[in-house]
């Protein structure tokens, strides 16, 4: 079992930054692949990045960004701390979102959506 908890979330101008922070549970938190997704009112969910598990630095996509993202965050984690973050640079409104932390075994599995476990969200709102 994993648990997971974001924390980071809030108000922030356009053009601002904020870093979220997703503490996990458990002593296995290396070995699972993490991923940020995002959800707009009326708009579905949607993967935002994700970073392979903590032995697969070596792959050329140990990160994934999706395309609205690119350039202005960066996901990253820290194993000792059983913590990923997410890095936002340069918000605009429309990622404006609740914003949640996912876990899963299988990296692929994960960047499909279909991770085994969930945070609760964090709101980010970015205001124009």
């Known amino acids: 079992q994993v648990q997971l908890v974001e924390s980071g979330g809030g108000l922030v101008q356009a053009g601002g930054s904020l870093r979220l922070s997703c503490a996990a549970s458990?002593?296995?938190?290396?070995?699972?692949?993490m991923g940020w997704f995002r959800q707009a009112p009326g708009k579905e969910r949607e993967v935002v990045a994700h970073?392979?598990?903590?032995?697969?630095?070596?792959?050329?996509?140990?990160?994934y960004y999706a395309d609205p993202v690119k350039g202005r965050f960066t996901i990253s984690r820290d194993n000792a701390k059983n913590t990923v973050y997410l890095q936002m640079n340069s918000l605009k409104p429309e990622d404006t979102a609740v914003y949640y932390c996912?876990?899963?075994?299988?990296?692929?599995?994960?960047?499909?959506?279909?991770?085994?476990?969930w945070g609760q969200g964090t709101q980010v709102t970015v205001s124009s």
């Open positions: 970073i392979r598990n903590g032995s697969d630095t070596g792959y050329e996509d140990y990160t």
């Open positions: 996912a876990a899963d075994l299988n990296v692929y599995v994960l960047r499909a959506g279909r991770g085994g476990y």
């Open positions: 458990g002593r296995t938190f290396s070995t699972y692949a």
